[in-house]
């Protein structure tokens, strides 16, 4: 057996004997509300809110006697048409909400509680959650309208024909659907719903992003349609209810009475009982047909009133006022300084913009509008800008149609090659156009608020640590960070090119400082060496890469060394990387600890 093969096997017992020992890690109940459990449980109580709206609205539309003679034609399609309405209602207004990124980025920056930033950084969860009950609600309301286009047409009301959306008895139920506008609106609103549905599918947001985008803006059609559903009045409602008890008689036109001796011997004759006496007060308003209450006025119907716009329209206003922000801030032109072709086809990007401030671990949102007016992705700083160096920097991993094309563009444009570096070309070149949205807060920013931090990055996912350890190497921010452990997995011993200077700079000023124990820096190679190739390779010569470990971290040792060396103390551990990576982490984290150590676990993620 050759040595590769002899390196591969044993990477392969190793793994196998880390996700044992991951496995085998009794759950805290305490760790795990601490790491994320608070999302199932807010989850839970949203979803038991939504079942209490939905009782609520179907028993008010069962019980209520405004809704009589329209209970009376379509029943139980009532009932559960008007329930899911509701909860669509209240999903659509508060799925706009996590996505108000200024807002939520202005208050993350002030110094709230972390339970309070974690739900700010749960943002995609919220929004996926809503929109998972709109989607459910929304197939309950399809169905309930369509038995209830059937029975508007069996059961017609000739007595009241104001309250019958149907022409006749009989009328075809699809005919009635096509021609109200709450039929063409809803019909338009679920195809809407459909196409933003299919399109938010992992496999085409990696695939087909600008797909994703595009649809995506179909959301202002669809909030449209919704204000508009219930603008025909289809649903009709009683309005004279004090006059008019629900299911009483109503007095025909008046008559000549006969003389009263003559009615009661025609009655005898009959063979008729006494008449019983009849009430002709107004009894109380009730769902049950009350045969001796005698009303003096027929029913009065109105078109229900539409309660949709009462619910959507602060958070609308939220967010198009957010919107117009964005767009305003983020047409402030942007400059390149320079442009750097790394290995493993990363890009580096240096730009600078007037009054731009950012914290580390906060991400900007990139446009290119030669590649495409309307796709904005998101992309970690790894380079703040501070007042000796106003330019930030960003990484970017060529992955996909966006970043293929930016690739494209840019060697075209500057003639640069391959792990080559272009400065002060503006004037020489014709660079495409970039604008830059936010910075925005992640989790990555509270690596400066615990006394020990450890940052786990997986490849590119590197990039929201480079940040910080720039911010440690420029010393621009005063923070209680007294010990940061620093672990980096990579496929390719190219990916560490990348902030190898960055890493040894960094490393040799706190040796310099006498502070060597600041910065614990692990470095991991996951793919094993090629036969016959020079480790380490002439371009990582320097002492902090000489101890580069060949294949995968076992973070269970890791994490028990950070916790034995930190006993009673909280750690923040964040992780940037792939699922499995932070899956691992996670599981570990929610783990029981011991010396009343307290893992907080973060993941970076973009919304």
């Known amino acids: ?65 405004r809704y009589h003679y329209l209970r009376q034609m379509i029943g139980m399609g009532l009932y559960l048409s008007r329930g899911s309405a509701s909860v669509i209602n209240v999903n659509a207004a508060v799925i706009l909400l996590p996505m ?20 700010f950084d749960s943002a995609k969860f919220i929004h996926i959650l809503c929109a998972l009950l709109i989607c459910i609600a929304t ?41 109200t506008v709450p039929g063409v609106t809803g019909c338009v609103m679920v195809v809407t719903l459909t196409a933003i549905v299919l399109t938010s599918c992992r496999a085409v947001r990696t695939s087909r992003h600008e797909l994703f985008r595009y649809s995506h803006q ?16 289809v649903l009709k409602e009683q309005c004279n209810v004090a006059v008019h008890s629900p299911g009483c008689i109503t007095i025909p036109e008046p008559m000549a009475e006969p003389e009263p001796e003559t009615y009661l011997l025609m009655r005898e004759y009959r063979g008729l009982q006494p008449e019983p006496e009849i009430n002709m007060i107004d009894s109380e308003p009730d769902d049950v047909v009350n045969q001796t209450t005698v009303c003096i006025e027929k029913p009065v119907f109105r078109s229900h009133q539409s309660e949709t716009w009462c619910f959507i329209l602060i958070p609308a206003c939220l967010y198009l006022i957010e919107r117009l922000w964005r767009a305003i801030r983020s047409r402030q032109p942007v400059d390149v300084i320079s ?15 007037d009054d731009f401030s950012a914290k580390p671990g906060q991400y900007v949102l990139l446009q290119c509008p030669h590649i495409s007016q309307l796709e904005w992705h998101p992309f970690t700083i790894t380079s703040c800008p501070t007042k000796s160096k106003p330019t ?21 444009s500057s003639g640069t090659m391959k792990d080559s570096k272009v400065k002060d070309f503006q004037e020489t070149l014709e660079l495409p156009r970039f ?22 990055a997986g490849g590119v996912g590197v990039t929201p640590y480079a940040a910080v350890l720039q911010a440690l190497l420029d010393e621009s921010r005063k923070s209680k960070l007294r010990r940061l452990y620093f672990i980096w997995v990579c496929r390719d011993w190219e990916c560490f090119i990348w902030f190898a200077e960055l890493i040894s700079t960094l490393h040799k000023k706190l040796w310099d400082s006498n502070r060597p124990d600041f910065l614990v820096v692990r470095l991991y190679l996951s793919k094993p060496s090629k036969s016959g190739e020079e480790w380490p390779p002439p371009v990582l010569q320097q002492p902090v890469f000489s101890r580069i470990e060949q294949g995968r971290p076992n973070f269970k040792e890791l994490l028990d060394e950070v916790t034995l060396c930190n006993s009673g103390s909280d750690i923040g551990v964040f992780v940037c990387g792939p699922r499995k990576l932070s899956q691992k982490v996670h599981r570990l984290c929610n783990a029981r600890q011991k010396n009343k150590t307290k893992l907080h676990f973060n993941k970076e993620t973009f919304s």
């Open 392 to 412: 930030f920097k960003l990484h970017i991993r060529v992955r996909g149609d966006w970043t293929v094309a930016l690739q494209e563009d840019l060697l075209k």
């Open 100 to 119: 108000c990124r200024s807002i939520f980025a202005i208050f993350r920056s002030k110094h709230m509680h972390r339970s309070t930033r974690r739900l």
């Open 1 to 65: 057996m050759s040595r590769q093969q002899q390196q591969g096997s044993m990477h392969q017992r190793q793994n196998a004997s880390n996700s044992r020992q991951i496995r085998k890690s009794r759950v805290s109940i305490c760790s795990w509300l601490r790491n994320g459990g608070f999302k199932y449980i807010f989850a839970t109580i949203w979803l038991a809110l939504n079942a209490g709206i939905f009782c609520w609205s179907f028993y008010l539309y069962k019980l209520d006697v």
């Open 339 to 353: 442009i750097r072709m790394h290995p493993c086809d990363v890009i580096e990007l240096e730009l600078m913009q």
């Open 139 to 179: 197939a309950i309301h399809c169905v309930a309208h369509f038995f209830n286009a059937f029975n508007f047409s069996r059961q017609y009301n000739s007595e009241f024909p104001d309250v019958n959306v149907a022409q006749y008895r009989g009328q075809s139920p699809c005919w009635i659907i096509f021609s």
């Open 218 to 233: 179909l959301f202002f059609l669809f909030y449209a349609l919704l204000v508009s559903h219930s603008l025909g009045g």
């Open 435 to 456: 604008y830059v949205d936010g910075p925005y807060g992640s989790p990555s920013e509270d690596v400066f608020r615990y006394r020990t931090s450890v940052c786990i």
